[in-house]
Each structure stands twice: as C-alpha cells, then as structure tokens.
C-alpha cells in the first residue's frame, strides 16, 4: 500500500506518521510538507530512519509539483492534513489560509483523481459548523457557519473534496475533529502555549472571561479514527470525530489543571481581550463514527493532559527552539494590543 500524508511534519501529521508506521508495518509511506513556520522535521526523525517512510519538500498549491509526485508516486491512499490552522493568524491575514487550505486542497483533488488513487481522506474541522450555545452538539448534518477566515477557509475546501466526489464519483471522505493535543503541538495553540509559558514562569494570556468551552481530543485517538475512516468509510461521507465525556471544558478550566500538574501558581493566568468573533463552544457528535466504524476516544482527559505536560518536560529544546526568532515577533504582534 503507498500512502501519501500531507502536512506530515506538522502537529498532527506527524502524529499519523508514527502512528501508520506502527499500525500499519508494511505500508509506504510519503510524507510532504512544505515546512512552514508550523512544519519541523525533528517531529519526524525518528521514522525518517526507517526504509518505509520517506519526506518530500513540497508546496500541495504547486500545480506542476503535485502532478508529477502523484505520476511517480502511484498512490492508493491521501491523507490530507496539510494547511494554515491557526485562528488568530488567519485574523490577522487571510491569503496563506484560502492559498493553502482553498487553493491547495484543488491541486491535490486534481492530481489524485487524474492519478487514480483509491481513496482520500480530507482532514476537517469542528470550527466549519461554528459557535454552540451550552447545550447540544454539532452532527455530520448541521449547516456551515464558519467565523473566522481559518475556518472558512476549511469549509470551502470540505465542500470542494464533496463536489468531487458528487461530481467525479470520487472515493474520498471528510473528518470533522475537536481541538486535538498531544506531543508535537505547535505552541502557539492554548495547551502546548500555556504549558510552556508557565515553564517559563511567562503570563498565561487567557481570552475574555476565559468561559469558551473546547472538546479536548487526544492526537493518538484522532490518528485511530482517521485510520478507521481511511479503511472502512464510505466514499462522500462525513464523520464527525469527538474528545471523550470528561473534554470538554471550559478554558480556566483547562488552565488551572495546566497548572496545577506543573505545581505553579494560577497568579500567572493574565484575562486579555477577546479574541475577534471568539467562538463560544464547541461540542462534537460522534455518534455515526462509533455506529458505524467502532471508534470511541480512549484517552480521559486527565491522562491526556498529564502525557502531554510529561513529554513538554522532557522535550524542552524542542519547543525553546521554536519560540525564538519569528515566533517572538508573531507573539508580540498577536498579544500587543489585548491589554
Ligand atoms: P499544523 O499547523 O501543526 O500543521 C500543518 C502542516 O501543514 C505544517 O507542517 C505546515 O508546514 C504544512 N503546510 C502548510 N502549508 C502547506 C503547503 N502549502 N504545502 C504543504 N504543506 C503545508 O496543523 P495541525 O494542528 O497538525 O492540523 C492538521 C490538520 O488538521 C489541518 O488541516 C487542520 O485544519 C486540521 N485540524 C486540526 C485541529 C487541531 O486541533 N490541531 C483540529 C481540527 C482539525
Ligand atoms: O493565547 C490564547 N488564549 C486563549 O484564551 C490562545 C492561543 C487561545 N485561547 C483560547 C481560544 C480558544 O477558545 O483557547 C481556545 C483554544 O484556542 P486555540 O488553541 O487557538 O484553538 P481553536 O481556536 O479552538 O482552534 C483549534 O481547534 C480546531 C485549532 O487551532 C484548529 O486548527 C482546529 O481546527
């Protein structure tokens, strides 16, 4: 089985990565990214040492690159991760997000159906549905209505990987996860930033009354679903993929557990102004996941968090290496002016 992982050196590609190379000993593997500010290669080393993975360098929005890859590659499967996920810089400029996420998803669509692979999975979002009031959950069926040009942007590509397979009877599927953690996160994401910044002895910049609530979804739990999905979905089908009972939580919530497990004070959290069109809450449905392919989140979020905070620990150089340089003025730019 060749299989293609895009975005593969980023938090949750990387992820895959290791997890298709333990689960799934005989397949090859290609993993691209472009290496953006978000890719790093070190998430990779250690499978990048085995003959069954290999990385390219590569733009998924460079129409004659990808063209050529899928000619060469022969692929049977795409996973497609790769894009721009931050919400806070698609406020602060859109054009990389519909570069990427819009354009980009096009290109690889386009190359893989002209190439005959078998089977797509596109990698989505619970934000393409929205803001939740305190009760209820979205499903697979509740209308788009994305807030930030991030996920609009996420939205249009979902419907683009749908047209496809309408228009071209093309195997591909859409997953719709809540807010993943786990090893390799980027810290610019609330966890991983507020696990370092109190290692740091930093301020913990929590938005308005800190009251929007996420569904936490453990990364190795995500990569099992996707898995699932990639195998046994049905082609044009939507399956929503959900954090377990215990996620979801309030944002001071989380915060205090973050500090609490680090046995710092919460003296450190500082409210900031809000975050632009902040969604409220977000909650998942994954009913038609666990009906129809038998997956449920494993990981409680206690367990979760507490392996999460164990590998900031013992992978410090990873994350002091990334916040430096231009990092540090994306931060000073993001959290100026909240006050
Ligand atoms: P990430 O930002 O950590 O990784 C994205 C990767 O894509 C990076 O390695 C980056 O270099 C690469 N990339 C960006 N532009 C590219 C391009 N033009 N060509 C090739 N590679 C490019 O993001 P993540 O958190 O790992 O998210 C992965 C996917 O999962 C995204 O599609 C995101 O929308 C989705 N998702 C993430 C979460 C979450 O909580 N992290 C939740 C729901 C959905
Ligand atoms: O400094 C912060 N302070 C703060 O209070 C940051 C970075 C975030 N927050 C809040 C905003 C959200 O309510 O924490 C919550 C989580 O924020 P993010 O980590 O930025 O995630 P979110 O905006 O919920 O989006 C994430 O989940 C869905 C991912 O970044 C997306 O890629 C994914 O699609």
Not at 106 to 119: K, P
Request: with cysteine; proline share 4%.
């Amino acid at each position: 089985m060749k299989v293609l992982v895009t975005g593969a050196a980023g938090f949750i590609g990387s992820n895959l990565v290791h997890f298709l190379a333990q689960e799934r000993p005989d397949w090859q593997i290609t993993a691209l990214d472009l290496l953006t500010y978000a890719g790093n290669l070190k998430n990779l080393s250690s499978v990048l040492d085995s003959k069954r993975v290999s990385f390219v360098k590569l733009d998924i929005a460079d129409d004659k690159a990808m063209r050529r890859l899928f000619e060469e590659g022969k692929f049977d499967l795409v996973f497609h991760l790769a894009a721009e996920s931050h919400v806070d810089r698609s406020i602060m400029s859109s054009f990389e997000f519909v570069r990427t996420n819009v354009l980009g998803t096009q290109v690889l669509l386009d190359a893989a159906r002209a190439h005959g692979v078998g089977r797509f999975v596109h990698i989505s979002t619970d934000e393409v549905y929205g803001s939740l009031g305190p009760t209820g959950a979205f499903v697979e069926t509740t209308p788009l209505d994305p807030t930030s040009p991030y996920a609009a942007s996420k939205a249009a590509s979902d419907l683009m990987v749908l047209a496809a397979c309408k228009t071209h009877n093309f195997n591909a599927s859409v997953t719709r996860c809540t807010n993943n953690y786990g090893p390799f996160h980027f810290p610019e994401k609330l966890i991983p930033l507020f696990i370092t910044n109190a290692m740091e002895g930093k301020k913990l910049p929590l938005y308005g009354d800190g009251m929007n609530v996420r569904s936490w979804l453990y990364v190795t739990d995500h990569c099992d679903a996707l898995l699932r999905v990639a195998e046994k979905g049905t082609a044009g089908e939507v399956y929503n993929i959900g954090g377990s009972e215990d996620a979801e939580l309030p944002n001071r919530e989380v915060t205090f557990a973050i500090l609490d497990m680090l046995g710092k004070s919460r003296d450190l959290i500082q409210p900031v102004g809000d975050r632009p069109a902040h969604d409220r809450r977000y909650a998942i449905d994954h009913s038609k996941i666990t009906r129809d392919l038998g997956w449920t989140p494993r990981t409680p979020f206690k367990v979760g968090l507490e392996q999460t905070v164990t590998w900031y620990l013992e992978n410090r150089s990873w994350w002091e290496e990334i916040k430096s340089g231009a990092y540090l003025s994306y931060y000073e730019k993001n959290y100026a002016n909240r006050g």
